[in-house]
């Protein structure tokens, strides 16, 4: 009988973890290397500046490094990656990112802080745009929307704790956020390292996005709102850049806050983001619907414009968190429009990945510019200009586009 009772046990168990997905490998995955990359983010901040005496400008060309060979990474050297199995780049890729960071601590010259910080954005291109691919196969319409709901709250929630632990770890040692930043990292390979060697499901999962060009042209069913969806998340990622990298600049330099208060701050904006995430992912109003991508936008200037004016915590607070929110928006427009109907996935996702880091490039080193020889006033200003104008630029694409009779109520009518 206890031979019986322990064998049973024995099944239920093998039947436990035989069902067990590749949801239940990327959503932890993801949330740990978000947590990381936001921690790092903000950390290396307060750690170049002060052990090293950088200038903002410098601190600002630093993260435009990191983010231009992240563009580079996923537009030309992904695809050469195309035929390897999506959790082999995975755990590649996360390895690789623990090195690269880890070994900033030991580095004496700035210089090299630029090598292995760029390297870090170029070991990232093979994490983000294939395990997008990977968790979106199979997926359409309102199931899609739920399952990039899940990831986005995944990445989201280590987005929006990131920055109080970055700020913490910083105010106890400098190098404590890259430590710990790295050591996730570590911890994400293992993870699916283990993950790929024990469940059935992760282990003969085959899947590789390698499609032949005829019957890619049969199967395509891509909407053109993706258009104004990607030059959306440029913009919206040029703010995201300047919060990111000037602002914590300016708060501790003019307004004299320390690394926990900016930790917090910042953590509002990632908060939002994590709720809009939430949201969207449960509501299919915004699916196809040209009208909140571009009202969106035009709230995004708004709420940028009154940043100039905004100098108290709670005011700032709140319109960090009203960011987040429609960063959220246009993040999640950028990856479902991008993504429905195609049956290119990560290479769309490695353009989604490849415009926002443009935006991260152009926020961070331009807004870095502008601060340094200007003021945080004329950073907002910059943004709020580029935010109309991005607004107008959605505007031209889709009155193109039901001029063709490509879009009827938001919703297409045929490939673009």
């Not at 956020?177 to 060697?197: D, E, H, K, N, R």
């Amino acid at each position: 009988m206890k031979f019986r009772y322990v064998s049973h046990r024995i099944q239920l168990i093998k039947s436990f973890y035989s069902g067990i997905g590749k949801t239940a490998v990327i959503f932890p995955s993801t949330f740990l290397v978000s947590t990381g990359v936001g921690i790092v983010s903000l950390g290396i901040i307060f750690y170049v500046r002060d052990i090293f005496g950088v200038t903002p400008s410098e601190v600002g060309f630093l993260s435009a490094l990191w983010s231009f060979l992240y563009v580079i990474g996923c537009l030309f050297v992904r695809p050469f990656f195309n035929r390897i199995l999506p959790r082999f780049l995975l755990i590649i890729s996360s390895f690789l990112m623990s090195v690269l960071v880890f070994s900033i601590i030991f580095i004496k010259d700035f210089s090299f802080i630029y090598f292995l910080y760029g390297g870090w954005g170029l070991a990232m291109s093979l994490f983000w745009p294939p395990i997008v691919g990977w968790l979106s196969q199979g997926f359409e319409g309102k199931r899609l929307g739920r399952v990039m709901s899940n990831y986005n709250f995944s990445w989201g929630v280590g987005i929006s704790i990131s920055p109080f632990l970055a700020g913490f770890l910083s105010s106890i040692n400098r190098s404590l956020p890259i430590v710990v930043g790295a050591s996730l990292f570590f911890i994400t390979t293992v993870l699916i390292t283990g993950a790929s060697l024990t469940l059935p499901l992760i282990k003969n999962d085959k899947w590789i996005e390698v499609i032949k060009r005829e019957e890619a042209k049969k199967i395509d069913r891509s909407t053109p709102l993706r258009f104004p969806s990607w030059v959306g998340i440029y913009s919206t990622y040029v703010v995201i850049g300047v919060i990111l990298t000037v602002f914590p600049l300016y708060a501790r330099q003019v307004l004299g806050y320390n690394e926990k208060t900016i930790g917090l701050l910042l953590q509002e904006r990632a908060i939002f983001a994590a709720i809009g995430f939430i949201i969207l992912g449960r509501t299919s109003f915004w699916h196809f619907n040209w009208k909140q991508i571009v009202v969106g936008h035009l709230l995004l200037g708004l709420v940028v414009y009154i940043f100039i004016y905004v100098k108290g915590k709670l005011f700032i607070g709140l319109i960090l968190a009203v960011i987040g929110f429609l960063m959220s928006l246009s993040y999640f427009n950028s990856v479902f429009h991008g993504v429905s109907g195609s049956p290119k996935r990560s290479a769309r996702m490695a353009i989604n990945e490849a415009m926002l880091s443009s935006g991260l490039i152009t926020g961070s080193s331009v807004g870095g510019i502008i601060f340094e020889h200007y003021s945080m006033q004329m950073v907002y200003l910059f943004c709020f200009l580029l935010a109309l104008f991005t607004a107008v630029v959605q505007m031209i694409m889709i009155f193109i586009f039901y001029k063709k009779g490509i879009l009827y109520r938001g919703m297409e009518l045929e490939k673009v």
